[in-house]
């Protein structure tokens, strides 16, 4: 068995060995191989397989050598492709950076133009363009060497207002040439209420309620859309003034709007008086199972309503809690109205 593991051992340290003698390194890159374009456009990178370089690879023995063409890659080149005239170009390659140059001339950008428009110009306001701008295609046209097609990820694209409607006029640089599009935003142009809140009579003391209510946006152009509506849309309702109420919907400086009415309290009930009725002198009022209803009537006469009124809502009188006697009349107010129940408070 110490024998087989041997054998294995010896037989890893071989195949190790021979990859490492098969492995070869860069140890010299030749100048006068070195061929690469005479002119560039200005703005954009040299494609390494536009260049050409030899170089001379050894294995870790330094026993074989191999001479061969370098493959590149973009970050293997530096120059400087902004400035028009002549360049050096370097290229770096291998572990110790060996380095070769060839001369090339950066040839100037003369224009830029908009081949295609985008294919959307058209947008609602507070929208934002897809950052790629499909379907816009721009050119430039450079000294001697023609145009070509420029990456829209290379240029500088301004002058987008999302919150001003109106045409705009949208700059793309690049190399500090520009040239321009047309871009239209467009405002809300109404507001419609398409369909009021499910609540529209209320009585006094009620919060608003938007549930069911459905509002839409309109813009020339484009079709309507759903516009989400908060309380901070919402002007003109007070759950305290009686009466009609005009509620206004106000969005992006549009308005319509929808009626409530909210009723008025006619009289007061007490459907069942509080559990507690019998009290020791000095004990404090406990209106725990008190039950009053309001009876509410609306701007139509035939119009009414009754509901039961929240404890909090309930203000009293008459309770004397250190006169002693039976039947102590304690009154219930709410808004004005009244209803009476009694006590009795014994020593």
């Known amino acids: 068995m110490k024998n087989l593991k041997l054998l294995a051992i010896i037989g890893a340290v071989l195949v190790i060995g021979t990859v490492l003698a098969g492995c070869m390194t860069l140890v010299e890159l030749e100048q006068e191989t070195v061929s690469g374009p005479k002119r560039v456009r200005q703005g954009q990178d040299i494609n390494p397989k536009e260049i050409t370089v030899w170089g001379i690879k050894e294995n870790p023995k330094k ?5 061969e063409v370098i493959y590149l890659s973009q970050n293997n080149i530096t120059f400087n492709k902004h400035t028009p005239g002549p360049q050096t170009v370097k290229i770096r390659v291998g572990w110790y950076a060996q380095e070769v140059t060839f001369e090339t001339e950066v040839m100037a950008l003369k224009t830029l133009s908009v081949a295609s428009q985008p294919r959307v110009a058209l947008f609602k306001i507070g929208d ?8 816009l295609e721009v050119r430039g046209e ?13 240029c500088e694209i301004t002058g987008f207002l999302k919150d001003q ?3 705009q006029t949208i700059k793309v640089s690049f190399e500090g040439i520009t040239t321009t599009f047309d871009i239209d935003v467009r405002g809300m ?13 209320y009585i006094q003391g009620d919060s608003l309620d938007l549930t069911g209510l459905k509002v839409m946006g309109k813009w020339e152009g484009f079709p309507d859309e ?14 305290n003034n009686v009466g009609i109420q005009h509620v206004t919907v106000t969005k992006n400086e549009k308005s319509d709007f929808f009626d409530v009415e909210v009723m008025a309290l ?15 002198v000095g004990e404090p009022l406990d209106l725990t199972g008190i039950m009053v209803y309001g009876n509410y009537t609306g701007s139509d006469p035939n119009k009414k309503k009754r509901e039961l009124i929240p404890e909090d809502q309930l203000t009293y009188s008459g309770y004397e809690p250190n006169r002693i006697g039976r039947q102590q009349r304690v009154t219930i107010t709410v808004k004005g109205q009244n209803a009476n129940f009694f006590v009795n408070i014994e020593q």
């Open 266 to 280: 006619t009289s007061i009930e007490l459907d069942k008086p509080p559990t507690k009725t019998d009290y020791k």
């Open 128 to 135: 934002v363009p897809d950052p790629a701008w499909p379907g």
């Open 165 to 167: 409607s109106g045409k």
């Open 189 to 201: 142009a109404s507001l419609q209420i398409a369909q009021p809140p499910t609540k529209l009579d």
């Open 226 to 239: 759903e516009l989400a509506i908060t309380a901070n849309d919402i002007t003109g309702f007070n759950t």
């Open 63 to 67: 026993t074989k050598r191999s001479r």
């Open 142 to 154: 450079w000294d001697q060497m023609g145009s070509d097609k420029i990456d829209l990820k290379n």
